[in-house]
């Protein structure tokens, strides 16, 4: 099931847009789960990275679709951004929020076709990732798992320290080991937990990471974590 959000403010071109997608649906076989939503703050408002295509219009009312996506960008820098606007004067500003495409109304089928074959390639190929979402300050973050070098407890919160970024967010450490143990990390020491991707050697009582980052295994953790190391490597 891919996640469709419709972001316009004419319900004529809203329809024309629904339309589309469900006869992509049946032409392709493919399952879409589509949101309408009429402005740009609507989507913005209570985002929470639940959308893997959105459809956007630039021009409307509270929000416009330019800003809408800027916003958006901050929180979810993988989801898809489609324009579909009815001026051409934004489109180089599209290329800031890595928008896959500009299209200009009225969208004929093919264009839309086109455009979103480009879009379901992506989709497909993010699924494959795994991301877990997190609440740092006031915002909810999707963050890949492939981004994360490691996860650190700080007494009641914990650092996910990822290849861009250190992002805090609430503890336990345990949740987050619950939640990562199945998809490639592992616990050196009860006070880190490591994407096992990004180790780059073992010496003696310590992990060096990808990012030269040196860890300690505790004599606790040791049996296990080289266990799991080693099942990663095969």
Known sequence: MINVCIVEDELEQASVLKNYISKYSSAKNQQ???????????????????????????????????????????????????????????????????????????????????????????????????????????????LDCNNIIYIESQRNNVVIHCKDDDYVTAGPLKRFDEMLMEHGFSKCHNAYLINLSEVEAVQKEEVLLTNEVMLPISRARKKEFMAALTEDIL
């Open 32 to 142: 879409f789960n589509i949101t309408n939503l009429p402005d740009g703050i609507d989507l913005v408002d209570d985002y929470k990275g639940q959308f893997d295509i959105i459809l956007l219009d630039i021009q409307m009312k509270h929000l416009d679709g330019m800003a809408a996506a800027e916003k958006i960008r901050q929180v979810d820098s993988d989801v898809i951004i489609i324009f579909i606007t009815s001026t051409v004067q934004y489109a180089v500003q599209g290329y800031a929020v890595d928008a896959l495409g500009y299209v200009l109304k009225p969208v004929p089928y093919n264009q839309f076709e086109q455009i979103f074959d480009k879009a379901i390639v992506r989709v497909q190929a993010k699924q494959q990732h795994v991301y877990i979402k997190v609440a740092v300050d006031d915002k909810q973050l999707k």
